[in-house]
């Protein structure tokens, strides 16, 4: 299906003040792919994401969606096709109600307003938060929102699902939940993230960002096993990749997060 495949090719961008953020970005998403890009702190992930959804516009180079390059002037069209979870779920939930929120999307797809409530309610229970349908978005905690504004984007159906840090601020709970839920959905997946046992978790694929270059793109297992590709890259193994050696010689492996080492006397 061509009008999945996601191609970014010679992507320069800086901010206004002049600050660069991405120096020449290249890559070609195919559909059902699930793609984990990781970097340190203004790696240049996010700018990158932006890109993907015409928040942000290149400098040089072009982001194309299907048969689209992507213009101002298409921009409606695409964005109707390609879901955004920002950073900041802030950034993303600006109405009186999280009801309002969800349904703010498909209202403007021109989906009925009599099919609008099943859709919003779908998604509030697929992500947990049909509890929270009838607060003010602003008054709920950080794992809330990050809950609703998730569902604002599923509400929508999109073919390509792009998130920033989605499982930032989730209690473990809730982030084996997300895990879950994103392995249903069999369109595109998009993830920027730190949390690289979410990469391995869910992503088949891995592209390294560094200082607004491409360092690595490749299998995430293989990325993952290079040590000093990670350190390079201020990165660290996923801790279910860290196995440790005990006392008696056999090799634990650390599953549980924030484990650093396991003692067996
Ligand atoms: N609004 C802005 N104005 C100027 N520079 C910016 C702006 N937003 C980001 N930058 C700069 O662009 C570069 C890339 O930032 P970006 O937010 O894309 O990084 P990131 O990889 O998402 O980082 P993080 O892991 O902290 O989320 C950084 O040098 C950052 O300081
Ligand atoms: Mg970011």
Known sequence: MSHHILEVKDLVFSYPDTTPALNGVSFRITHGEAVGIVGANG??????????????????????????????????????????I????????FMPTVFDDVAFGPLNQGVPAEEIETIVERALETVGALHLKTRPPYKLSGGEKRRVAIATVLAMSPDILIMDEPSTGLDPQARRQLIAL????????????????????????????????????????????????????????????????????????????????????
């Open 43 to 84: 790696a240049g992930k996010s700018t990158l994401l932006m890109h993907l959804t015409g928040c942000l516009f290149p400098g040089a180079g072009s982001v194309r969606i299907g048969d689209h390059v992507l213009t101002r002037q298409n921009l409606n069209q695409v964005r109707s096709r390609v879901g955004m």
């Open 182 to 265: 994103l392995k249903t959905f069999e369109h595109t997946k998009i993830i920027a993230t730190h949390d690289l046992d979410l990469v391995l978790d869910l992503c088949g694929r891995t592209i390294i960002l560094h200082q607004g270059t491409v360092a690595a793109d490749g299998n995430t297992h293989a990325i993952f096993a290079d040590e000093k590709l990670l350190l390079d890259n201020h990165l660290e193994k996923p801790l279910s990749m860290q196995g440790v050696q005990n006392d008696v010689g056999a090799t634990v492996t650390q599953k549980a997060a924030g484990c650093r080492a396991i003692r067996v006397d």
């Open 86 to 93: 920002f950073q900041d779920p802030d950034d993303q939930l």
